[in-house]
């Protein structure tokens, strides 16, 4: 608000009021007239999201990330039932159910599968072990002959699974390679192509 004279009592009145409170004068007529202000005129932009991943096939931005994607077309759900029979028993059932789209079914890795090499090295080390024991404890010949069966089961045990170690089987490789897909991999929804950046 601002102070200004009346042209007419030339007395000081406030620039808001309709009329000189003085003399009555009315000041609408003679002050200049502003047009409403208006709003800068709002641009819509679409944002570029730098995390967003393109399609390196099609370039479409229609992307997810694998693990997303497998996660949010999983669901799992449980329901709990009471009845009560005509002899007056009491029952109680629960069912519990998962479901996942074919999408995701596709890309959720499986369980590791078991090396074969491994379970054998466990076993054999585990196997020679007691033998060794047993044979150390009742060795009253002097022979050696169990004490030396569990060395041999000892060392054949430890070259099982330096081996499996070693030399992955394909079913492993395969997935290890499904796993690194869905925790670092994206998916058109476009085109359908998977990729790793």
């Known amino acids: 608000m601002a102070l200004i004279n009346c042209p007419e009592c030339n007395k000081e009145i406030s620039d808001k009021a309709g009329a000189c409170p003085n003399c009555g004068l009315p000041l609408e007529k003679l002050l200049p007239v502003t047009p409403p202000s208006t709003p800068p005129a709002t641009i819509v932009e679409t944002a570029h999201d730098p995390n967003k991943k393109h399609c390196p096939s099609c370039k479409s931005e229609n992307t997810q990330s694998i693990k997303m994607m497998c ?12 009845g ?3 002899d007056l028993d009491i029952g109680v059932g629960r069912l519990n159910s998962n479901s996942q789209t074919a999408l995701a079914e596709r890309f959720t890795p499986s369980t590791s599968p078991a090396s074969t090499a491994a379970g054998c090295g466990c076993f054999s080390l585990i196997a020679g072990l007691v033998i060794l024991c047993i044979g150390m404890a009742s060795d009253a010949d002097g022979s050696g002959f169990a004490a030396f069966l569990g060395v041999v089961g000892l060392i054949l045990g430890g070259v099982m699974m330096a ?9 492993q490789v395969e997935w290890e390679a499904k796993i690194n897909l869905y925790e670092n991999g994206f998916i058109c929804h476009k085109c359908g192509r998977t990729w790793i950046p």
């Open 71 to 82: 996660l949010s077309g999983t669901s799992s759900g449980s329901s709990t039932g009471v």
């Open 163 to 171: 081996s499996s170690n070693n030399n992955k089987n394909p079913q």
């Open 84 to 86: 009560v029979s005509s």
